[in-house]
């Protein structure tokens, strides 16, 4: 099992930024598929970045141009760079890995526990 800590969420004012991070437990994480899902209140759960084999990376088109993933395999970590947030950003983010593959459809094996995002003035 690879256990997944998201840090990085808080309160930010519309036009802010944040960058979330997801923390693992061992190398391997390195070799995973890893994305970053979001869960606003009464909103379905949403898959907003990706970055699998060969750091090809994928993005919402909510999401597209304001938010960058991106990993340090030094430290066993990916980030979510997010800039530019509005209040439709707010909502609980969760990192997802899997050894394969990850889609909107089906997520990863493993989960973080989630860190929460509010936008506001």
């Known amino acids: 099992q690879e256990q997944l800590v998201e840090s990085g969420g808080g309160l930010v004012q519309p036009g802010g930024s944040l960058r979330l991070s997801c923390a693992a437990s061992g190398t391997i994480f390195n070799t995973y598929v890893v994305g970053w899902y979001r869960q606003g209140p009464g909103k379905q759960r949403e898959l907003v970045a990706m970055?699998?084999?060969?750091?090809?990376?994928n993005y919402a088109e909510s999401v597209t141009g304001r938010f960058t993933i991106s990993r340090d395999n030094a430290k066993n970590t990916v980030y979510l760079q997010m800039n530019n947030l509005s209040p439709e950003d707010t909502a609980v983010y969760y990192c997802?890995?899997?050894?394969?593959?990850?889609?909107?459809?089906?997520?990863?094996?493993?989960w973080g526990q989630g860190t929460q995002v509010t936008v506001s003035s």
């Open positions: 997802n890995a899997d050894p394969i593959s990850i889609s909107f459809i089906k997520p990863g094996r493993y």
């Open positions: 970055i699998r084999r060969f750091g090809i990376t």
